[in-house]
């Protein structure tokens, strides 16, 4: 079975400050998603990655899957109280269901 | 276009009864899949309907099941409830299924067994 970690489970920052969530495997993905929930509603697709090594820019967010596809991160520039939320990351295992991480709770004060 | 609607938002029932609860995708999807989400154990695969057949099945016991009609919406069905399968539940669709493709969620069914 392939397991997605994420570290830190939860992060409360002040606005302004930068962050950086981990996702980490023992196994190679062939690719990850990350995706961003908030109370009451489902997840929200931000981006796939899928070459290792490869860097994403989403305006103040920057995605890297590593070289070896088995970790990936997310990096928020300057964050702001509207960045606040469960942030997960998921990729496919055997059969191509999707495992998702557990999450990083992260809230960010004004 | 109009996002994945699922139905109803909120559920009580009480330990050993049934639920069924129903998930609109959206228009042209043919993918849907059903997600478990709990404190404890977080975002889990239930299964996948692709045209009315499912596709792929996550590990939970057989009282979780499922089916797609021929408009895509897709019912899951769990019975004789456990006080542990209080949980969001989410449904997502996609065009071409789980895994690499974007998927799009519904807002998720909140039960709570008593």
């Known amino acids: 079975t392939q397991l997605l970690e994420q570290s830190p489970q939860f992060l409360s920052i002040q606005e302004g400050e930068n962050l950086t969530v981990y996702c980490n495997s023992s196994s190679v993905f062939s690719s990850l998603q990350w995706y961003r929930q908030e109370p009451g509603e489902g997840p929200v697709l931000l981006v796939t990655?899928?070459?290792?090594?490869e860097v994403k820019k989403l305006k103040r967010l920057t995605f890297q899957f590593g070289v070896a596809r088995k970790d990936s991160s997310l990096h928020i520039t300057a964050a702001q109280p509207g960045d606040t939320g469960l942030y997960l990351c998921?990729?496919?295992?055997?059969?191509?269901?999707?495992?998702f991480g557990g999450g990083t709770r992260l809230m960010v004060k004004p | 276009k109009a996002g994945v609607t699922q139905t109803p938002r909120y559920l009580i029932k009480t330990r050993g009864q049934q639920v069924t609860l129903s998930c609109s995708p959206i228009s042209g999807h043919r993918s849907v899949s059903w997600y478990q989400q709990t404190p404890g154990q977080g975002l889990q695969f239930l299964f996948e309907?692709?045209?009315?057949?499912?596709?792929n099945k996550g590990n939970f016991p057989g009282r979780f099941s499922g089916r797609q009609f021929s408009n895509s919406r897709s019912e899951m069905n769990v019975s004789t409830l456990e006080l542990g399968d209080s949980a969001l539940y989410l449904c997502?669709?996609?065009?071409?299924?789980?895994?690499?493709?974007?998927?799009?969620f519904g807002p998720g069914t909140r039960l709570t067994v008593t």
């Open positions: 309907y692709f045209s009315e057949t499912q596709r």
């Open positions: 997502a669709s996609s065009l071409y299924g789980t895994g690499f493709y974007e998927q799009y």
């Open positions: 990655v899928v070459t290792g090594g």
């Open positions: 998921a990729g496919p295992n055997a059969g191509n269901m999707l495992t």
